[in-house]
């Protein structure tokens, strides 16, 4: 690159020199003086100076041209030039931008990397949004700057020099005294500027506090408003807010005082210059061309200078952020480095040795006092205490959550805190109660924790996938894509890709969590892309399963959607429609103001009848729900009435009930109303609303319905067709094709049931699974239940299987009942290797071979109980319970 | 029968006699009404507390599966609330309750339960007072059938729990 700017010199020169033979001899005619009507253009002669041997080389004779052409030709060469110089300076440019960028990219790929190797204490203290602004936006006028360090002094540099250079060759006086000028420009300036970069800093690092404040008290509002605080705080932000003010004031004066005498030292040279040139000139000591060109190139000159200086000003800017930035990642402790090479296995049955394990905390608060114990693997261990003793904390240390410890933790003469993630991983693995779920599928999510292959780096197919991998070298980014198989199927003992999802659902059935994904999977939406067996197995599931439901005396308990008749456990609107609504137009909440459906309604004269349901239903809901919060779970079933439009409604239904004018609704509240009846499902809500003339006009309506929905609109609802299938319902309603019947507990689960043994039979379980599978989690799995979230976690646990499980809280969130089943499910599961479980006090310790109780800080007791269990671990499940023995403290 | 008819149901009851008419309703509309027949099993021993029942109407068995056979109990205890010791306690079904006669029973599912409980206090007191109504059963049969015992007979332990081993509950969906 700083070739191009070496190349882009001679011609820089040219464009200066051109303009003055320009004036001096096309114009004033200076060669033409002599009577010539012609003169010698493109005369050109390459030389070496004398020095290195005064050799010349003569290109061309040139051209012989008059005065009017000779100008011209001139004028052309200084355009030619002008565009040469404009194209250096786009390459320059792009070359600068090129290397700017890689350079941003390895940076921040360097600065994520070294965030990934922050200890977990320090990771816990970090502000994760402070990591993500200095990775994303500090950083960024860091990378850009990097082009212009060296390309912008080196070219601008040069270029002011090949300008001053030119004044001087053209007149030394005039040259000196320029020069003189900027001298005193580059020198008094930056001077001045130290005080506006010290402002700058200051601004800096003022708004990141005042930022970081103003996050906090977003966060704290409501604890705010609670206490009535706001004054002070306002006051406190009004306070920084006055201290920035007056730094960028400050620095505002310091600027444009800067600017004036910039300006002032600039405007003052050409004054010298037409006086001075104008007077030697005039003198016939310097010729007009020269002084114009002096005067150009002069113009020329305080461009690159200003850019120059501007550049110091970025330079020392960008300075302050670096350091900033990497102050803020360099840790006084940082986890290893992985090691490229996979680390030798920990054979399975090596103990867990503690030697005088204390833990302090940040606080000083000694967390674990000094325990040894040697845990011998495998085994089942308890550690039991009340909430916040040791028994919170040991399992960090195991689980490599908490790195700062004293004395020893090992396992086969591996210290925990120093293992790599690589080793550690490979024999253990910590399960907390709170879990972390990332954007994506659920599958997505419980594979998360499979994918520790190192794929092979593919040779790149074609040109694209090639530029992306030099890139990705170039910058030290890695060269393996996400896209690939990450999946390490033979680590975790899955014969391939083919057997993952047998993997994955055995993993959800350890941890109770299949049956919940099959119901997922059974609400989601069947979608038209279906590979063909799968579709015809799908229809043919639907009368299986209803032959299925008839053989168990369950057939009265679905109600099929029949043509001619009113299905009761449906919605009046789904009896209307009698069909799925494909896009939003027909969708429930929109159906009473679709203008087509509104005129079925009138012709079949539902629109009074629907009004007396809709008002039943309003007046229902007003009474009950008195006083219940908008947002109360007991509205559920109600939902589709809003309790804001409720507040609207009530209030003109009283007013038109007080002029005795019942059906006299304004149009809008009737479309509300009749909305709210097409809801309405007699069973469930059990108004007792529906009588036979209903059911026969809404029958009507719904063979006119369909036969006079335009054309345009039919592929806005597929009607219920018993040979096929509908994308657009979820896959439960296209295999029942009717509703379940009110009125019978649990004939919902066992219709499920007996629907899911007919999918197992018919080889479709996988594919609803997987449907289950596909649900997105949400970020950060805010689209999945608390359990959900939990279960995915265990579910991670059990596809590893590692050989030391550590549950630090992790069934917290389950109820007792539920805990203690999913318990023994993942010790069934764990069979021959170690679970370590935080437990409380009152739990079944039954199950475990090894109890560890602490008070406080101290351990307090070990317990072994069944040797002989230890070694056949899968019969503990089913011991014999004795009256649960208090866990008494061994001493 | 319709919300009305079972608000009416429920007035008829001794615990609901405090309880605000809109709240019995709100009970009635977050409920749903199941019809149990003779022999049916409400809930089974063992069963996770999934909601509790209101018998609106009917007779019903309560039953304990113990390792030396089928206990049949407190009889005498019999109120209109079913299951609801289970879903505060967040234990499993203690006892198995079928259907003697045809059963009409309002079904309120757990966390409804216990969000109208948080809502209303005539309600939540109706269901305390019909707690304790059932303790102070208990504590009288207790009386009883300790008077009964032999002399030196070793004292009762709550601790200890004479109900079969719950039969695995978690099978699989198919």
């Not at chain 1, 931008?97 to 070294?114: D, I, K, P």
């Not at chain 1, 966060?219 to 920084?240: C, D, N, Q, W, Y």
């Not at chain 1, 028994?391 to 210290?415: F, N």
């Not at chain 1, 003339?693 to 929905?709: C, G, H, I, K, T």
């Amino acid at each position: 690159m700083l070739c191009f700017v070496l190349f882009s010199l001679p011609f820089y020169w040219w464009s200066l020199d051109v303009p003055k033979r320009i004036v001096n001899e096309a114009i004033q005619g200076d060669v033409f003086a002599h009577g010539e009507t012609t003169a010698r253009l493109f005369d050109i002669t390459l030389s070496l100076p004398d020095f290195l041997g005064g050799w010349s080389w003569h290109v061309t004779d040139g051209l012989m041209l008059a005065q009017v052409p000779y100008l011209f030709a001139l004028s052309m060469v200084f355009l030619v030039l002008t565009l040469i110089n404009g194209w250096f300076k786009y390459v320059i440019n792009i070359r600068k931008g090129v290397l700017g960028e890689r350079m941003l990219r390895r940076l921040r790929f360097e600065l994520f990397a070294l965030a990934m190797r922050f200890r977990p204490e320090d990771v816990r203290t970090t502000k994760s949004a402070e990591v993500t602004s200095m990775i994303k936006d500090e950083v960024e006028p860091i990378g850009g700057f990097f082009g212009e360090a060296f390309i912008t002094p080196a070219f601008l540099g040069t270029q002011a020099l090949t300008a001053m250079a030119f004044i001087l060759v053209q007149n030394l006086w005039l040259g000196t005294l320029a020069l003189a000028l900027i001298l005193v420009q580059g020198i008094v300036i930056p001077h001045l500027r130290r005080e506006q970069i010290r402002l700058g800093r200051m601004r800096q690092i003022e708004s990141r506090v005042l930022a970081g404040r103003i996050g906090e008290m977003m966060e704290a509002v409501p604890a705010l408003h609670v206490f009535g605080v706001t004054g002070f705080t306002a006051s406190e932000i009004g306070k920084r807010l006055g201290t920035l003010f007056d730094i960028r004031l400050r620095l505002y004066r310091r600027k444009f005082a800067v600017k004036y005498l910039n300006n002032l030292l600039a405007q003052l040279t050409p004054f010298v210059f037409y006086t001075l040139g104008g007077y030697l000139a005039l003198q016939g000591r310097l010729d007009i061309g020269q002084l114009v060109a002096v005067i150009a190139a002069y113009r020329d000159l305080p461009t690159p200078i200003k850019e120059l200086i501007d550049w110091d000003q970025q330079r020392a800017d960008v300075t302050v952020k670096y350091e900033q930035v990497v102050g803020a990642f360099s840790k006084e402790f940082m986890m290893p480095e992985e090691p490229a090479e996979p680390p030798a296995p920990i054979p399975s049955e090596t103990p867990i040795t503690l030697v005088g394990l204390r833990v302090v905390n940040g606080r000083g608060m000694v967390q674990v006092d000094r325990m040894s114990a040697a845990i011998a693997r495998p085994a089942r261990v308890a550690l039991v205490g009340s909430t916040g003793s040791a028994r919170d904390v040991l399992p960090k240390v195991l689980g490599r959550q908490i790195t700062d410890y004293q004395g020893s933790v090992t396992i086969g003469s591996h210290e925990i805190g120093t293992m790599t993630d690589a080793q550690a991983s490979a024999v253990m693995l910590y399960v907390s109660g709170e879990p972390y779920i990332m954007s994506g599928t659920i599958r997505d999510n419980l594979c998360l924790a499979l994918r520790r292959a190192a794929p092979p780096e593919e040779e790149p197919k074609d040109v694209w996938a090639r530029y992306w991998r030099d890139e990705a070298r170039m910058t030290d980014n890695p060269t393996v894509s996400p896209d690939a198989d990450w999946i390490d199927y033979r680590g975790f003992g899955i014969e391939g890709p083919q057997a993952l999802n047998g993997a994955i659902i055995e993993a959800l059935r350890v941890v109770r969590g299949y049956e919940d994904i099959f119901r997922v999977g059974m609400s989601s939406r069947l979608g038209d892309e279906l590979d063909e067996g799968v579709a015809t197995r799908m229809l043919q599931a639907r009368t299986a399963i209803h032959a299925r439901f008839n053989e168990r005396g369950m057939g009265s308990y679905v109600e099929t959607f029949t043509p001619n008749q009113f299905n009761t456990s449906a919605s009046i609107g789904e009896n209307l429609l009698f069909g799925v609504s494909i896009g939003k137009r027909f969708a429930p909440e929109n159906l009473a103001n679709d203008p087509f459906v509104r005129s079925i309604i009138a012709a079949e004269a539902l629109v009074g009848p629907l009004t007396g349901i809709g008002l039943k239903m309003v007046e229902t809901v007003a009474e009950a729900f008195q006083g219940l919060a908008a947002d109360n779970p007991l509205r559920e079933r109600y939902s589709f009435i809003d309790e804001a439009e409720l507040g609207d409604l009530w209030p003109q239904v009283q007013v038109a009930w007080q002029r005795g004018q019942r059906r006299q609704f304004s149009a809008e509240l009737r479309d509300k109303l009749v909305g709210y009846a097409l809801m309405y499902v007699e069973p469930q809500h059990r108004l007792n609303l529906i009588d036979d003339q209903l059911v026969a006009r809404v029958l009507r309506a719904r063979a006119s319905f369909r036969e006079f929905l335009p054309a345009a609109d039919a592929g806005e609802i597929e009607f219920y067709d018993p040979g096929r299938l509908m994308p657009a319902a979820s896959i439960r309603d296209n295999l029942l094709f009717g509703r379940v019947r009110y009125g019978k507990a649990h004939m919902r689960d066992k219709i499920v049931v007996a629907a899911a043994e007919m999918l197992g039979e018919l080889d479709l379980e996988a594919f609803v699974v997987s449907r289950g599978l596909d649900q997105e989690a949400g970020p950060g799995g805010r689209l999945l239940s608390p359990q959900q979230r939990v279960t995915v976690q265990l579910g991670r646990a059990m596809l590893r299987r590692p050989d030391i499980l550590i549950l630090d809280g992790a069934l917290s969130s389950f109820g007792a009942a539920e805990a203690h089943m999913i318990m023994s499910n993942i010790f069934e599961a764990m069979s021959g290797k170690t679970v370590i479980a935080a437990q409380s006090n009152d739990d079944d310790l039954s199950a475990f071979d090894l109890v560890m109780t602490f008070e406080g800080a101290k351990l307090t007791g070990i317990e072994r109980r069944g040797a002989a269990e230890a070694t056949a671990p899968e019969q503990s499940v089913e011991t014999p319970v004795p009256a649960p023995s208090p866990q008494e403290a061994v001493k | 029968m319709t919300i009305e008819d079972e608000v009416r149901s429920l007035q008829k009851f001794r615990m609901f006699h405090k309880v605000e008419s809109s709240k019995l309703k709100l009970l009635a509309m977050i409920a749903d009404r199941v019809v149990f027949h003779p022999g049916e099993v409400i809930y089974a021993q063992g069963d996770t507390s999934d909601a509790v029942y209101v018998v609106l109407e009917g007779q019903f068995k309560v039953s304990l599966n113990t390792v030396n056979g089928v206990i049949d109990f407190a009889e005498h205890v019999r109120g209109a609330l079913l299951g609801e010791a289970g879903v505060l306690c967040d234990q499993n079904r203690m006892a198995t309750i079928t259907a003697e006669t045809t059963i009409t029973a309002l079904r309120i599912d757990r966390e409804p339960f216990l969000q109208l409980l948080r809502e209303s206090a005539p309600f939540n007191h109706a269901v305390m007072s019909e707690l304790g109504r059932q303790i102070m059963d208990l504590n009288n049969i207790c009386a009883q059938l300790v008077q009964r015992l032999p002399t030196g007979t070793p004292a009762v332990d709550a601790g200890r729990k004479i109900a079969a081993p719950a039969p695995s509950s978690n099978t699989p969906v198919h």
